[in-house]
């Protein structure tokens, strides 16, 4: 990494205005100076953030800004927002398809932005995808529309890695919105190489880990315990851990997924893959639940996001906790900070 700190601000999207996002990044920025936040902006509606913060009482000054440059100046006073002209109203608790195009909107010109080299990451607030689709929104989730963005604009193919983290746990899920059912067909060697060669490269690029440590989860109680319980780990997941050894790479594993995330077993990794949702997310969200960060490896852009969806049960009622917004933004931050100007703003050979 360069030692010249990037100065380019963040891009964060608006997310789904009748939940809980815009709220933590109004809050985020009120708690702007507490932690040493770097500047940011939000891609949206000046508007919609003017009527919430309002609503919910908080005392947040918001300016529109025409290029993302003009935020470093303006964010200690004001809370910047490129405003994407965007008219209709909202309601809390009650996400509608009026809003969805300008949702779908910034998520776009925060890439586009990125890729030209205008900002220097992105950390996008929750949304919600059943609202979405009446606008042409076609993807399965967030993630996988973000790779199809960075596909049109540098014509290369993607295959984005979610993580999540925070300061106790990095964790991996190696297969995600599936039914438990499902999960052991889907473990293929293939997958577990190039998903562990995306992890590795991510953590070295963008966590300063030259070596880093990878623990493997088994699929079954006991990692198999000598194949008496399925013979996926002895027979597809040690293989492809013995293949990536063998390529320099620091990995252990299939271990038993129930001895894995006690405090001394963490201190011996600096991620884990685990072969399915709840067995990585179960962790996390037991040993840090409001503070863990969802990162996409992978892309050519560094994205972050709270690890927390829109939470319509209580959006309006200035409950929603910031601190995993705020974690996001930090993690941007520390993920794009050192990248060298070239990396930020030219495609990927």
Same mark, same amino acid.
């Given at each position: 990494m360069?030692?010249?700190p990037n100065t380019l601000p963040i %891009?964060?999207?608006?997310?789904?205005?009748?939940?809980i996002g815009p709220e933590v990044i109004l809050k985020a920025w009120f708690?702007?100076?507490?932690?040493?936040l770097n500047p940011f902006f939000v891609i949206g509606s000046a508007d919609i953030l003017q009527q919430? %913060?309002?609503?919910? #009482?908080l005392h947040v000054p918001i300016s529109t800004i025409t290029s993302p440059q003009q935020a470093v100046h303006v964010f200690q006073?004001?809370?910047?927002?490129?405003?994407?002209?965007?008219?209709?109203?909202?309601?809390?608790? #009650?996400?509608?398809?009026?809003? %969805?195009?300008?949702?779908i909107s910034s998520i776009d010109k925060a890439v586009e932005l990125i890729l030209n080299g205008e900002a220097r990451a992105m950390t996008t607030a929750p949304i919600h995808k059943a609202a979405l689709y009446e606008e042409g929104f076609n993807s399965p989730g967030h993630t996988e529309y973000l790779a199809k963005l960075c596909e049109q604009h540098t014509g290369e193919s993607y295959y984005p890695v979610m993580m999540l983290a925070s300061e106790q746990l990095c964790v991996v899920p190696l297969t995600i919105h599936?039914?438990?059912? +499902?999960?052991?067909?889907?473990?293929?060697?293939?997958?577990?190489?190039?998903?562990?060669?995306?992890?590795?490269e991510g953590m070295k690029k963008y966590f300063g880990l030259p070596f880093p440590r990878i623990a493997v989860s088994g699929? #079954?109680?006991?990692?198999?315990?000598? #194949?008496?319980?399925?013979?996926? +780990?002895s027979e597809v997941i040690a293989p492809a851990i013995e293949t990536l050894k063998k390529q320099g790479i620091h990995i252990r594993g299939p271990m038993p997924a129930d001895t894995m995330f006690h405090k001394a077993a963490r201190a011996k990794?600096?991620?884990?893959?685990?072969?399915?949702?709840?067995? %990585?997310?179960?962790?996390?969200?037991?040993? +840090?639940?409001?503070?863990?960060?969802?990162?996409?490896?992978?892309?050519?852009?560094?994205?972050?996001?709270?690890?927390?969806?829109?939470?319509?049960?209580?959006?309006?009622?200035?409950?929603?906790n910031p601190t995993s917004m705020i974690n996001a933004l930090k993690l941007a931050d520390r993920m794009s900070k050192f990248l060298p100007m070239a990396e930020v703003t030219e495609n990927e050979e």
């Open positions: 360069d030692d010249t %891009a964060v999207t608006i997310g789904e205005p009748a939940g708690k702007r100076k507490e932690f040493a919430q %913060a309002s609503f919910l #009482n006073s004001t809370l910047p927002v490129l405003d994407l002209n965007f008219q209709k109203d909202f309601q809390f608790k #009650n996400p509608i398809s009026e809003t %969805a195009s300008m949702v599936v039914a438990l059912k +499902d999960v052991p067909e889907l473990i293929t060697p293939k997958l577990l190489i190039r998903t562990i060669g995306i992890i590795h699929l #079954n109680p006991h990692a198999g315990e000598n #194949n008496s319980m399925g013979r996926e +780990d990794y600096d991620v884990a893959l685990c072969m399915y949702h709840d067995q %990585a997310l179960i962790p996390i969200k037991t040993i +840090d639940f409001d503070a863990g960060v969802n990162v996409t490896l992978g892309l050519p852009i560094v994205r972050t996001s709270p690890d927390h969806g829109t939470a319509m049960d209580i959006a309006g009622r200035s409950l929603a």
